[in-house]
């Protein structure tokens, strides 16, 4: 489709174990965003990237998070030694532009659950 | 700093009757300000956005929102609710990039 393809949908995961959740932006879309939303929250900003450099960091909640996108297209988050606070929905986001005035596409999120 | 606070996380409301989801933001650079809704399993799709033209801002499935410096508001409105509307709805300002949003209004339509 055209739109902003994430995977998995739903992902259970070990407390200890390391997942990578995938985001497909739409093509073309210079701005990529990961947004962390927990249950009955807003999302909250995880970073940001401008093609392929990673502009804005600081809502990474440690050094257990790592995202990439290596050719400016798909993105990859990356939780190691995942912990029962991970557990959220992890939303990625993508904008044509640079700056604030574009409209962000969302996809409808990778549910990571851990026991 | 950024920030956006969403008075009520629930609304209620009849089938025709005035939707009114409130948001006030505290920004220190004229703000960009957006409403998002989320319906259930699903991203976040935009309604409108105020980027410092018309105070008055008409979005998607007859929502505007007015912008009120004075009053640091950005309220979302719709005249007569419709059953489709129940969903989250999200507010969010900007800066340099970051998206800061609300917490959430759950809005629930009763027929």
């Known amino acids: 489709g055209a739109g902003v393809s994430q995977s998995p949908r739903y992902k259970v995961a070990k407390r200890g174990q390391d997942v990578a959740l995938r985001c497909d932006p739409i093509?073309?879309?210079?701005?990529l965003f990961w947004y962390q939303q927990a249950l009955g929250q807003g999302p909250e900003f995880l970073t940001y990237?401008?093609?392929?450099?990673?502009?804005?960091k600081s809502g990474l909640p440690s050094d257990r998070f790592f995202a990439e996108r290596p050719e400016g297209s798909v993105s990859t988050l990356k939780i190691q030694r995942t912990q029962q606070e991970d557990s959220a929905v992890y939303l990625c986001?993508?904008?044509?532009?640079?700056?604030?005035?574009?409209?962000?596409?969302f996809g409808e999120g990778s549910r990571l659950t851990v026991l | 700093a950024q920030s956006v606070t969403q008075l009520g996380s629930h609304v209620s409301v009849s089938e025709g009757a005035l939707v009114l989801l409130r948001c006030n933001y505290s920004?220190?650079?004229?703000?960009?300000l957006f409403w998002y809704v989320q319906y259930p399993n699903q991203g976040l799709q935009l309604l409108l956005k105020y980027t410092s033209a018309a105070t008055l801002v008409k979005g998607i499935n007859g929502f505007e929102a007015e912008f009120k410096k004075s009053e640091t508001s950005f309220h979302l409105t719709k005249p007569s609710a419709h059953m489709s509307d129940a969903a989250e709805y999200f507010c969010a300002v900007t800066n340099f990039n970051k998206f800061y949003f609300g917490s959430g209004t759950k809005l629930n339509v009763k027929p």
């Open positions: 920004s220190s650079v004229p703000p960009y």
């Open positions: 093509s073309g879309h210079v701005s």
């Open positions: 986001a993508s904008s044509l532009v640079s700056g604030n005035t574009g409209e962000l596409f």
């Open positions: 990237f401008q093609n392929e450099a990673q502009l804005d």
